[in-house]
């Protein structure tokens, strides 16, 4: 299975006053834009993937839903695990269920980075990953979706991925 780990774009700061429930707290439209280019660049690398599983909060559905427009991937599908304060166990169970070759998983940190720790290192041990704001990490896994059985491909930063848009 090839998992794609996308932490979602540049979103507002938090303010209570504006967004009093941080689930609606969206992405700024420089966020946004920046992460457009970054998809375009995302699609050279990857260009398909069977299913988008995202975090329902509004600032990880926006940079889901410029994945299905820019990036051409399928429309996202709503993922309680993925939302803050999840544990792993809770995607992997999902993963185990679908059984597809390739998922996207768009969420939020510190979440992404337990959830690569989860499967690369069982969560023991775990690497350090660095998820920027519109960063991307792969993680292949060759048969049953457990702890400690994926391999790093590649983590790579917004900023790289626009640096492949091709436009």
């Not at 994945?67 to 991937?73: F, P, Y």
């Not at 695990?81 to 768009?106: Q, W």
Request: with cysteine.
């Amino acid at each position: 299975m090839d998992l794609y780990l996308v932490r979602h774009g540049v979103a507002f700061t938090r303010d209570a006053q504006r967004w009093p429930d941080d689930r609606e707290r969206p992405l700024t439209a420089e966020g946004a834009e920046r992460f457009r280019t970054a998809a375009r660049g995302l699609r050279r690398l990857v260009p398909r993937v069977e299913l988008i599983l995202s975090s329902s909060f509004t600032r990880a559905w926006q940079t889901a839903t410029i994945l299905q427009h820019v990036a051409h991937w399928p429309p996202p599908t709503s993922c309680d695990g993925l939302e803050s304060g999840h544990a792993p166990d809770e995607v992997a169970d999902v993963l185990r269920r679908y059984g597809l070759g390739s998922v996207a998983l768009i969420g939020h940190e510190p979440d992404l980075h337990a959830l690569a720790a989860h499967f690369l290192s069982g969560g023991h041990g775990a690497p350090l990953l660095a998820f920027k704001k519109g960063g991307v990490g792969h993680i292949t896994i060759a048969k049953d979706v457990l702890a400690g059985t994926g391999e790093l491909q590649w983590l790579l930063t917004p900023k790289v991925l626009r640096a492949l848009n091709p436009a």
